[in-house]
Nanobody, 124 residues
Framework: QVQLVESGGGLVQAGESLRLSCVAS????????AGWFRQAPGKEREFVAD????????YYADSVKGRFTISRDNARNTVYLQMNTLKPEDTAVYYC?????????????????WGQGTQVTVSS
């Protein structure tokens, strides 16, 4: 069993930055691919970014490519999402998730453990 806890969300203005953190407990993060997803009101949960176990491979949704950076510190059991140049359309609840997949994966069903989410609101 793995417990994931996100933090770092908040209210910012367009163009500003936030860094989300996701701490794992129960089992080491290094055992899993890590992903970030988001869900805006009335919309389906969508993929944001994924990182391999070692951190050597990353993948991003087109909507965040060049603005967001996913990283991980396995010694601290923490995965991060650095979000720069935020836009109002980035407003959503952001979730981190852990997958047993052995390659980059973007579909929620392939992620087994989920955090409770952290709200990110970007005002124009």
């Amino acid at each position: 069993q793995v417990q994931l806890v996100e933090s770092g969300g908040g209210l910012v203005q367009a163009g500003e930055s936030l860094r989300l953190s996701c701490v794992a407990s129960g089992r080491p993060w290094i055992n899993y691919h890590a992903g970030w997803f988001r869900q805006a009101p009335g919309k389906e949960r969508e993929f944001v970014a994924d990182i391999s176990r070692s951190g050597g491979s990353t993948y991003y949704a087109d909507s965040v490519k060049g603005r967001f950076t996913i990283s991980r510190d396995n010694a601290r059991n923490t995965v991060y999402l650095q979000m720069n140049t935020l836009k109002p359309e980035d407003t959503a609840v952001y979730y981190c998730a852990a997958s047993f997949a052995t390659a980059i994966t973007t579909t929620p069903i392939t992620y087994y453990y989920w955090g409770q989410g952290t709200q990110v609101t970007v005002s124009s």
